[in-house]
C-alpha cells in the first residue's frame, strides 16, 4: 500500500478533472492551493490541575463562491495535510450542492474519549479563541466533524460571542436548537445520504427492499444513514465503530443497537449484546459480500491495499475521502459504482446553510421545510452529476468534479481573479 496523504488525493483529482475541462493551468492553479492556513498552539488545565498544550488547525481552501464553511474535527490524529485535503473536499461539496459557500475545515489534535467534559469545553473555548481572527458569519462558520457535535458548537459559539461581546448565532451551525440550531441538521447528512442512496438505486434499478447493507461507523452520521435505510426496508447486516463490527446474515436489529449505542455516549458496539451475532473487523466488514456499503467513519479506508477485494456493487461514501483515488481506478474496473463524498454527505453542509440562512434572518424553519429543502437540493445534485458523468462518460466522483470545478472556475473568472 502507497503512503497515504489526502491533500495528494485532492490535487491528482483537480489536475484529471482540468483536463479533462481543457482548462489551462492558469484557470485552476489555484485550487490546488488553500487561500489561508493558521495553526494554533494553546495551554489547558486539565481536571487534574496539570497544563497540557494543545494544536489545532483552520484552513480556508477557498472564499471564492462566499465564506468559507466547514466541521471542527477532534481526534487524536488530526494533521495539517488532513485538514487541507478536508477544507477543499468542502469547497467542491458546497459547489456540487449549488450552495454559496466556499471550503475550509478545522481539527484539534485530541483523543475526545479520554477527555472529561469540562477538559473538551476548556479545549474548544481555548481552539475558538485562536481561530476567532478568521472566522464570523461572514467569513468562516464551522460546524462538527468526526469527534465534535452540538455541545462543541454551542462552546464555540459562547467563546466566540464572548469576545464580540454581543450573541453571534450564525458563527458555527449545527448548535443546539435553543440556540438558533436548525431542526432536522442532527439527521442531515445522515439524511442525505439515504436521499441519495434512493436516487443511485432507482437509476441502477435495484429495489431498496431486502437489499443488503454494511454500514461502517455509527457516528452522526453512520448511525442515521443505517436507521433511515433499515427504515426504507434495506436488510442492515453489518455495522462497526472504532471497536471493531458486528454481523448477521439475515440482518441486525437497528433500532435496538442504536439504542444502546445512545444510552451512554461511551458506549460502543463491542459492548451490544444482540442475538445471533458474529463479531469481525473493520478490515473485513468492508469486504463482505453485500449490495451496498457505507463507509461513514474515516478517510482512506478503501485503498490499493483491499479495494479489490471489496464485494459491494455499490459505495455511497457518507465519510469524506474513505476511497483513494488508486482506489477508486480499481473499483471501477471491477463495476463497483462509487456515489462520491462531495454528491452524497452534502446534506450536512445544505442544511449548515439553512441554518446559517435562519440566523442571519432570526427565522426558525419548520423540520418538514428543513427536510424538503435539503431533499430538493440533494436531488437537484445527485441529477446534475449524474447527467455530467453520462456527458463526459466518466465516473460518478469526476462527474461531481466537473459540476463543481466548472462553477468554482466561473466564478474566478467573473471575479476577475
Ligand atoms: N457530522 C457531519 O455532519 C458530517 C458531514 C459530512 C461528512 N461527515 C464525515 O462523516 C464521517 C463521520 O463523521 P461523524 O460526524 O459521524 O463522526 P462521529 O465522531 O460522530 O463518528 C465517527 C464514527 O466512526 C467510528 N470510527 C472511528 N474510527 C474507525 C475505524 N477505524 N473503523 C471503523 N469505525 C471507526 C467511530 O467509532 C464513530 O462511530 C467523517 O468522515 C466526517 O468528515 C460528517
Known sequence: MSKYNPYDNVIKTIEEVATLLKYKPSEYEMLKHPERELKVSFPVTMDDGTLKVFEGFRVQHSTIR????????????????????????MTFKCAVANIPYGGAKGGVVCDPMKLSDSELNR???????????????????????????????????????????????????????????SLGRGDATGRGVSFTVNNIFAKLNI??????????????????????????????????????AIYKEDGLNIPEILEYLSKDKRNLLDGYKGEGLKRISNEELLELDTTLLIPAALENQINDGNADRIKAKVVVEAANGPCTVEADEILKKKGVVVVPDILANAGGVIVSYFEWVQNIQRLAWTEERVNTE??????????????????????????AYIVAIKRIVDSMKLRGV
Do not use: C
Open 66 to 89: 462566499g465564506p468559507g464553511k466547514g466541521g471542527v474535527r477532534f481526534h487524536q490524529d488530526v494533521n495539517a495535510d488532513e485538514v487541507r485535503a478536508l477544507s477543499a473536499w
Open 123 to 181: 479545549i474548544t473555548r481555548a481552539f475558538t479563541n485562536g481561530i476567532a481572527p478568521i472566522i464570523g458569519p461572514e467569513r468562516d462558520i464551522p460546524a462538527p466533524d468526526v469527534g465534535s457535535n452540538p455541545q462543541t458548537m454551542a462552546w464555540m459559539m459562547d467563546a466566540f460571542s464572548k469576545l464580540k461581546g454581543y450573541t453571534v448565532n450564525g458563527v458555527v451551525t449545527g448548535k443546539p436548537v435553543t440556540l438558533g440550531g
Open 207 to 244: 429495489p431498496l427492499k431486502g437489499t443488503t447493507a454494511v454500514v461502517q461507523g455509527m457516528g452522526n452520521v453512520g448511525s442515521v444513514s443505517a436507521r433511515l435505510i433499515h427504515e426504507s426496508g434495506m436488510k442492515v447486516i453489518a455495522v462497526s465503530d472504532v471497536s471493531g
Open 374 to 399: 435539503l431533499k430538493h437540493l440533494i436531488d437537484l445534485a445527485f441529477e446534475n452529476v449524474w447527467n455530467s458523468a453520462k456527458e463526459y462518460d466518466v465516473a460518478l466522483r469526476k462527474g
